[in-house]
């Protein structure tokens, strides 16, 4: 969805017209992105990607059809068997599709994409299906003591965005109501240099994330305040003129990720120097050190993976754990 953004903003700017298409419900289709999403021109082309273009057909056909009193159309799709192979999925699966004209998006939607802020957005359809109104929520927080009491929906808007993932999640209290999330990108900071920093950059990319290797204090201290809900700190460093001050500014702005490479005895070293800076035993105890999960990691490729997973972990609020010795739903 956030790489559609400008897009939309040119079709909006020119008065092009436009329909938004991404899922509501679906089932099966294998791991993908969650938040993929299309937008489909007045010419039926369809810009961006859902379900590797399978379906790009049927929703230009869809999108053609909308008369100008819907806001919105839902429609079904489903692939098995022989297209599932043609189309290069890991599965088949069915799902419900949300399309809207471009003009029942509000624009703020797209200018917080475009800006990389964190954002979600509530788009509430009518029984029918042919109407829905959209709002856009921001990790502000609610008032629950407001008289009408808190608004589930963006109470759970910003409980998805609090977590760092982008995705989506369907309510059927009072009507459907499809919550999407986008948090802004985890920025890995890395302070400090090497082969494994530079491996840490290249797997940040390969997951969506930034990654910006420093090698002073003040420049890791000035990116960690660059998006303080979206830096994740790495420390590479051995240096107490680096790691120390650096890990002081995260631990005691809300950084939600610190981690520090090192043996045990320079955990303890950093502990020590912490606690003569004026840190305590709470604050030093959400360092993520020795940094990563235990994968077996002895390579620097291996190590970067361990990192990058355990990063990954704690933005969701995740305790680690195999998949296999869990119940209910592998993606909740």
Known sequence: MR????????????????????P????????????????????????????????DDHLAAEAAALTGDRTAHVCEVAV??????????????????????LA????????????????????????????????????EPYDADAPEGPDRAAERARDLLARRRAGRDTRFADGLVLIESFPAVPHLVIAGGGELAELLVAQAHLLGWRATVTLTAPDAVRLLAEQPAAACLVVLSHEPDLDVPVLRTALTTGTP??????????QARRAQALTSAGLDAEHIARVHGPIGLDLGARTPAETALAICAEVLAALDHREPRVLREGAGPINA
Do not use: K, M
Not at 30 to 40: K, Q
């Open 3 to 22: 790489e559609l953004a400008e897009t939309a903003r040119g079709w909006v700017a020119r008065g092009r017209t436009g329909v938004l298409a991404r």
């Open 24 to 55: 509501i419900t679906e089932q099966g289709f294998g791991p993908r992105h969650p938040a993929d999403a299309v937008l489909i021109d007045d010419a039926g082309r369809c810009h961006g990607t859902l379900y590797r273009g399978v379906f």
């Open 80 to 101: 098995h068997d022989d297209e599932v192979r043609q189309a290069g999925l890991a599965c088949g699966g069915q799902a419900e599709i949300l399309l809207q004209p």
């Open 104 to 139: 029942a998006v509000p624009a703020r939607w797209w200018d917080l994409l475009s800006e990389g802020a964190d954002a979600a957005l509530i788009t509430r359809l009518n029984e029918a299906r042919t109407r829905a109104v959209s709002t856009v929520e921001t990790t």
């Open 257 to 266: 990720y610190v981690g520090a490479l090192g043996s045990r005895r320079t």
